[in-house]
């Protein structure tokens, strides 16, 4: 597992932009290796909540757009 934290600048891309680099990024990272993306669209408040509960992946940190806009992932294991 790589420690190395993958971070995408999402900012100021709209649906489907943010989650197609999120998909990505997945796909390069190692099983347990995190990746954290920065979004304003308010479309990813849904989609990456959701693609992560669907694809099994921890979703450790959702922003509240007032102060964060950063989503945390963590890809699953093996």
């Known amino acids: 597992m790589s420690s190395e934290i993958i971070h995408i600048n999402g900012l100021n891309l709209f649906c489907p932009e943010p989650l197609t680099l999120l998909r990505n990024a997945v796909r390069k990272a ?5 990746i954290e993306i920065d979004s304003n669209d308010p479309v990813s408040l849904r ?28 890809k699953k294991e093996s």
């Open 30 to 34: 190692s099983p347990g290796q995190i």
């Open 47 to 74: 989609d990456i909540p959701a693609y992560c509960n669907f694809m099994q992946h921890k979703l450790l940190n959702v922003p509240d757009y007032k102060t964060s806009f950063t989503f945390r992932i963590q």
